[in-house]
């Protein structure tokens, strides 16, 4: 038995916190911009093992053994969705099926108050466009997690490494009828203060921030990363400013350096490619099938038969490819930290701008290069 108080780089998926009987447990970002578990009174605690018990961190396995049954490429009928959505809008149908069917929806929005992600409670149409979109930053859980009652349904959404914890969690009180979970293919997860970072470099650029879009299809599907952040003009007419990453958005060039991701990331991520404690499994539908398809197609894969029946039931265009296929262009292995990677994520933590980073970035690359030749 013990507790999770020496667990100081993890997931930060707020599991331990709704499973502490006593919440002593509260959940806070780290000097390196990752959410952390914190005990707030260890006296008060028995070291009963509960936290620890539905800690996806702490165990080498994943919570079930699921391999993938079925999978699809898909979309939503409704072009609304589809062109609001990162890829296919697949989600969305499948929170509206559900909505329809007793359930509530626990997925990701933007807070533009606090600059964060954080998990919410929908529980009826019109809160659920809050969460369309993917949002390319860790979420705060624990509101929405310790809001749940135990006797209601749930379709929750979130990454590999946290639904591989909320798995444990419904397991271990034995709710797992009352649940229904979906990860995505996930890359990593960045820092915050390259996010706050990246805001601070546009704010000359934006005059009071309204709404953030980490996808936008402007260009078409396949140049959709590309940030929108809308803001409301003096003249009361909503602008955005577009920033791509085909075109030198400073965000997604550190985002895909794999420098600024958490150490959970490179070291205890066992969750790529077919790797998965959700019932269901989205992404982007990469690679060859659907290259001339710039509206956006979801990869949409069934790990369990609750989550085929999920897919099956909602109304989506879909049509069944071998895994192999629907998965071309996602990650099979977790990423490795290197000496350069650690000293990118030192200088991101300092107090030089963005932009310089970048260039510090641009420049180890080249050192990297030219020492490899």
Not at 280 to 290: A, E, H, I, K, S
Not at 319 to 335: D, I, N, R
């Amino acid at each position: 038995m013990g507790n999770v108080s020496g667990i100081k780089s993890c997931y930060g998926c707020g599991a331990c916190a709704i499973a502490c009987g006593k919440h002593l447990i509260s959940i806070k970002e780290n000097k390196d911009g990752f959410y952390t578990p914190f005990i707030e009174n260890t006296e008060a605690c028995t070291d009963c093992g509960l936290c620890e018990s539905v800690c996806s961190y702490t165990h080498d396995e994943l919570a079930t053994k699921n391999v993938p049954i079925i999978s699809f490429g898909a979309w939503s009928k409704d072009e609304n969705v589809r062109r609001r959505s990162s890829s296919g809008g697949v989600c969305y149908e499948f929170e509206k099926y559900l909505l329809d069917n007793g359930y509530k929806i626990c997925v990701v929005r933007y807070n533009i108050q606090l600059r964060r992600a954080e998990h919410y409670i929908a529980d009826n149409l019109n809160d659920l466009d809050q969460g369309l979109g993917s949002k390319y930053i860790q979420s705060y859980t624990l509101d929405a997690f310790s809001s749940m009652k135990r006797d209601e349904k749930y379709l929750v959404i979130g990454s590999p490494c946290q639904m591989d914890s909320f798995r444990r969690y419904v397991k271990k009180f034995r709710l797992e009828d009352n649940f229904i979970l979906i990860d995505f293919f996930c890359h990593g997860v960045p820092s915050s203060i390259l996010w706050k970072k990246y805001l601070n470099s546009v704010s000359n650029s934006i005059e009071e921030l309204s709404g953030v879009a980490w996808r936008n299809k402007q260009f078409g599907w396949h140049d959709s990363y590309a940030i929108s952040l809308s803001q409301e003009s003096i003249k009361e007419r909503q602008k955005e400013n577009i920033s791509r990453f085909s075109t030198g958005n400073a965000f997604y060039e550190m985002f895909f350096c794999d420098s600024c991701f958490n150490k959970a990331c490179y070291s205890k991520c066992k969750f790529k490619y077919d790797q998965s404690s959700a019932d269901v499994r989205v992404g982007d539908f990469w690679g060859n099938t659907y290259k001339d398809d710039d509206k956006g197609v979801s990869a949409v894969v069934a790990f369990t038969e609750k989550g085929k029946s999920l897919i099956m039931n909602s109304d989506i265009e879909r049509t069944e490819h071998p895994f192999e296929v629907v998965a071309e262009g996602q990650m099979k292995s977790s990423l490795i930290l290197t000496l350069k990677d650690k000293i990118i994520f030192n200088i991101l933590k300092t107090d030089i701008p963005l932009k310089m980073v970048v260039t510090c970035k641009r420049v180890l690359n080249k050192i990297e290069k030219y020492m490899k030749k």
